[in-house]
Structures are given as structure tokens and as C-alpha cells.
């Protein structure tokens, strides 16, 4: 079974063919980031505007290194959310029109339900049932997966996904966009234990906060800094610059600090669903899986407690169209067939 997916849920424009639901044979990934560096974070109509430039490119060279024709498929699997509404109407209309035109099965996939199935396009694959933790710029969520279709939400960000802080935190500190492989990497110079930074645990829930450690970032940042740029004050906060000023040497530390504090709540988040759920499997998805912190100390937390740990390779963990076509092959065998009335969402519980 050969199925196109296609994922334009945020700023990426994706077009994969994978087959069987495992077997990825081309993953075409347009990235946006040099258009929106420059305003500190995703500009949604920037975003939608050049998803209508990249959608056909990146699907024909997809289906090119495939080896394919439209002909070819078995059916066209497309994100419908959650994600920018600008930008996710741009897939799921050309992925209708070509459904049309070429007589094939439309496929309609959670793109949370994409980043779980993410984990089986390597080997090895997990087995059901597992846990599954989703941390991205847009979602931090813990899942318990008892098979396909079959998710318990356990808990999610009640305010700010992990990712969504990284970047707050990278434009605060005047460290530029995306933050988080910007602040991952000013870590690894830092001391992790400089500053005592809140964990929001929130004991008894399953959930997940991270505004208020943004919060207590910018604070310490205020009593550090003492001053501020007065021509910043005038203008506003530039897009990727720091209005505070603050000596380079102390920014590891903040970095290092910061991300240990993000890591601490999702670890031990998950560790306290292993214990209470008694699930020796667990999933780590998203883009910020692509964390080297986060992978390390997952990876400790699932030795001490003998589980085993799927991680996707760092290509897979970011926005990607071959976890929704895994995603949308399961859905096919299922029958699970979208109308040409489909429409995305922008909010769109899995």
C-alpha cells in the first residue's frame, strides 16, 4: 500500500510516500525558518503564502524520488489539524484536488496522531500498549496509546507547549529563532545548577505549566541585567534581540538552567505514568525530542527503570509527511475514507 502523505500543519511544507504504513520511500521537507528568523517566531499568512509556492514542488519531488505517479497510490493521507488554519487549508485543498482529479481515497490525520506513529517508521517498533509523550512547539502532551485509535490523554500543557517556552526564552535573551537548538546547544557551556528555576510539577496531575518558569526566566534576567537598552525601550523588544543587557558569559548558565528545568517536569512526568500505569514502553516525539538533553536523560530515566525507549531519528521528530502517511496507511486499512467536504481544524483534540 503506497500512501502520499502531506503536512503543512505549521511552517514546514512536507510531501512523503511511505509503504505499508513503514517503509518511507522519499520525505520532502521545504523549511521556513529563514523567513520568519528575522520576526523572532511563525508569521501564520507569511507561512500560508508559501505553502501555495512550495505544495506542488515538494509533492512532485516526492513522488520523483519515489519512483511514482499520482497513478501510482493507494490513497493521499493530509493533516487536518491541529495547527495554523492559513497554512493547514493549504494540504487539505490540494490534497483534495488531487483526490479528485485521480480518483483516490482521501485520508484525514491528527497531526498529534502523526508524531505517535512517527516512532513506527524505524525499527525497532514499539508494541502495544506504550506510552506516548509529544513535546513540540505547539503541543506538550502525554498520551497512553492501547492501539490504533485508541489514546488516553493523560495530560497536557495547561498554558505554554515546552517548545513554545524555548522559543520565548531564545527571543528574551536576545538568542534569535528557533530557540530550541539555539538554547540546546548554549547549554551544553552552562552549569545546569546555577539557578534554582521552578519545576511546576503539579502533584496528583499528569499535566504540564511552563509559563511560570518563563516568568521567573525574565525576572532573573531583569535583577541581572540592572539596566535596560534605552533606544530598545523606545521601539519595543526587536524581533530576536534582548532589550536587557547582560554579560555574554552568563547566558549558558540561564540556557543550561532553563532547559533543565523543561526537562526535570517531562521526565519525571513520565515517570510517574510508567509507575501508575505499569507500561514498560515509551514513545518520545515532537520536535523537541530532537533535544540532546531531553534524549539523554530519557534514555537514563528508562535504564534505572528497565523500559524500553523509542525515539525517532531527529528528521522524523520534527514536522514531517511520513508520520501522517504511517498514520493515514492505519486509517486506510481501517476504512477510514474523508469526504471532499473535509475542512482542518485548528483545534483538534486526538
Not at 497531526?111 to 512547539?137: D, K, M, N, W, Y
Not at 540592572?226 to 533606544?231: P, Y
Not at 523509542?310 to 514531517?320: A, H, R, Y
Amino acid at each position: 500500500m503506497l500512501i502520499l502523505g502531506i503536512d503543512t500543519s505549521c511552517d514546514d511544507t512536507s510531501a512523503s510516500v511511505v509503504e505499508d504504513g513503514a517503509a518511507v520511500l522519499s520525505n520532502i521537507i521545504s523549511n521556513q525558518t529563514e523567513i520568519h528568523r528575522k520576526y523572532g517566531g511563525i508569521v501564520p499568512e507569511l507561512a500560508s503564502r508559501r505553502h501555495i509556492e512550495m505544495i506542488w514542488p515538494v509533492v512532485g519531488e516526492a513522488l520523483t524520488t519515489a519512483g511514482l505517479r499520482p497513478e501510482d497510490l493507494d490513497g493521499i493521507a493530509v493533516c487536518k489539524g491541529p495547527g495554523l488554519i492559513g497554512s493547514l487549508l493549504i494540504g487539505c485543498s490540494f490534497a483534495k484536488a488531487v483526490c479528485y482529479a485521480k480518483a483516490k481515497p482521501l485520508i484525514a490525520v491528527n497531526h498529534l496522531e502523526g508524531h505517535i506513529f512517527a516512532a513506527f517508521l524505524e525499527v525497532p517498533r514499539p508494541e502495544f500498549p506504550f506510552l506516548a509523550l509529544i513535546v513540540s512547539g505547539g503541543h506538550t502532551s502525554l498520551y497512553k496509546v492501547e492501539g490504533f485509535s485508541r489514546y488516553e490523554e493523560l495530560g497536557r500543557t495547561r498554558d505554554d507547549a515546552a517548545g513554545e517556552a524555548y522559543d520565548k526564552v531564545s527571543k528574551l535573551l536576545g538568542l534569535g529563532y528557533p530557540g530550541g537548538p539555539v538554547i540546546n546547544k548554549l547549554a551544553r557551556e552552562g552549569n545546569p545548577k546555577a539557578i534554582d528555576f521552578p519545576r511546576a510539577y503539579l502533584p496528583e496531575s499528569f499535566d504540564f505549566s511552563f509559563s511560570g518558569l518563563k516568568t521567573a526566566v525574565l525576572n532573573y534576567v531583569k535583577q541581572q541585567s540592572g539596566s535596560r537598552d534605552q533606544s530598545a525601550e523606545k521601539t519595543g523588544d526587536r524581533p530576536g534581540n534582548s532589550s536587557f543587557i547582560l554579560h555574554p558569559s552568563s547566558l549558558p548558565d540561564i540556557a543550561a538552567s532553563f532547559q533543565a528545568s523543561v526537562v526535570d517536569v517531562l521526565v519525571r512526568k513520565t515517570e510517574w505514568a510508567i509507575k501508575k500505569k505499569w507500561i514498560k514502553k515509551v514513545v518520545l516525539s515532537g520536535g523537541v525530542a530532537a533535544n540532546s538533553e531531553l534524549r539523554r536523560r530519557m534514555k537514563e530515566m528508562a535504564e534505572e527503570r528497565r523500559v524500553e525507549l523509542f525515539v525517532p531519528s531527529l528528521l522524523l521528530c520534527t514536522d514531517n509527511a511520513a508520520m501522517i502517511a504511517a498514520a493515514g496507511y492505519h486509517h486506510l486499512m481501517a476504512g477510514n475514507i474523508a469526504g471532499l467536504d473535509l475542512n482542518p481544524q485548528a483545534y483538534l483534540p486526538l
